[in-house]
């Protein structure tokens, strides 16, 4: 039970806050990432315009007998691979299980299914994989979603289309303007044995991913993981790091983000429910510390539409797996009123329940005529 959580006394946010350690930036070199377990922990996770620059050299394919990316028939020789694994995980989301994979970012040099060098793109939830995003070499369709502008997949030249000239001629002819004929097309961004420097940023719609001053690739955020969740950077697989880099980093945690961005104002609380059934119920899906998008929510349309008694909108938000931000959610609630707390932990996998419960709640609740969910 969620109020079960409130007690006569409240931790204090100011010496949490003190003990809470938030760097604007972090700096490891390889030797020092390796002693650490080749994870790099961003206590606060990250903000809006976070990046992470990553120096590293994929090292040479070598033999596996039972590769993960691909499958043999018995008898067959060992595969080449080579790949590695970057992944964003919330280190401190749920207690005794494997931490989730906010964002899997995994290129194939070697040793994919499908033959060729790929980049594979997913998020992992209590084991469980999303629907994951191949980038195969192919630019992204023009009709595909974008994320904050961006194709989710850059097209890079395949093997085939440079069978009469090597990378290493192809690379040198382009950088001194000797190619054939103009083409923004470049080689697949990661070579064995070369130094790469890869920077991930975080942006308003998604995750994006340059290579050597190249966008390759941009993930869009999925339901049910922040940006502040993503407390730990893991580099692994066949790759030899140098140095990362993690800068613009919240120097606040975000467990006390609410005192910052909740206005508590009579003005901004919703009105008592009315007597006849509303003509119009909106149901909104909103992650438990996702404080800010409520409040401005509360202060632009919402404000417009509850001054009808035709209108009824309220959030529906999960637990989630922090107690402290449950508690925030709880003293929320009560003030503002417009919040329907659903009895099960937030994920992505659960945004069926949240549509469900909405409709329930519209219909059992209060009776609507129409629904919204957003």
Not at 279 to 308: D, P, V, Y
Not at 342 to 356: G, I
């Amino acid at each position: 039970d969620l109020y079960a959580l409130g007690g006569a006394s409240l931790p204090d946010p100011l010496d949490e806050e003190d003990r809470a350690k938030c760097p604007h930036s972090i700096v490891l070199a390889g030797d020092e990432f390796r002693a650490r377990g080749r994870t790099v922990e961003l206590p606060c996770g990250l903000t809006l315009g976070s990046y992470i620059t990553v120096a590293a050299t994929p090292y040479a394919a070598h033999p596996e007998q039972d590769p993960k990316i691909a499958q043999l028939r018995e008898g067959e020789e060992p595969l080449m691979v080579s790949q590695f694994m970057m992944e964003l995980q919330g280190l401190k989301t749920v207690d005794g299980e494997d931490p989730p994979r906010i964002l899997h970012f995994n290129p194939r040099l070697h040793g994919d299914w499908s033959g060729k060098p790929v980049i594979e793109q997913n998020t992992c939830y209590r084991m469980q994989w999303g629907t994951s995003i191949r980038c195969e070499g192919w630019m992204s369709r023009a009709d595909e979603e974008t994320v904050d502008g961006m194709v989710k997949c850059e097209k890079w030249i395949q093997d085939e289309d440079q069978s009469n000239e090597s990378k290493t001629s192809w690379w040198l002819n382009h950088l001194i303007g000797r190619t054939k004929k103009v083409s923004s097309s470049w080689p697949y961004p990661f070579v064995e044995d070369r130094l790469f420097v890869l920077t991930l940023t975080a942006g308003l719609e998604g995750y994006h991913v340059n290579v050597d001053g190249r966008h390759v690739t941009s993930f869009p955020y999925r339901i049910g993981f922040g940006l502040e969740d993503a407390t730990g950077l893991s580099l692994n697989g066949d790759l030899d790091v140098q140095s990362v880099f993690a800068g613009t980093l919240p120097t606040t945690h975000p467990s006390f983000a609410p005192q910052k961005h909740l206005e508590m104002f009579p003005a901004w609380q919703a009105p008592p429910l009315p007597e006849e059934p509303a003509e119009i119920f909106i149901g909104i899906l909103s992650a438990g510390n996702h404080f800010a998008e409520r409040m401005a929510a509360r202060k632009t349309w919402m404000s417009a539409a509850q001054k009808t008694s035709n209108v009824v909108a309220r959030f529906f938000v999960a637990l989630h797996a922090r107690k402290e931000v449950n508690l925030e959610l709880k003293k929320e609630a009560e003030f503002f009123g417009d919040i329907v707390i659903v009895p099960f932990m937030d994920s992505y996998d659960l945004v069926v329940l949240k549509t469900v419960a909405i409709c329930e709640y519209g219909v059992c609740v209060r009776a609507s005529t129409h629904f919204q969910i957003c």
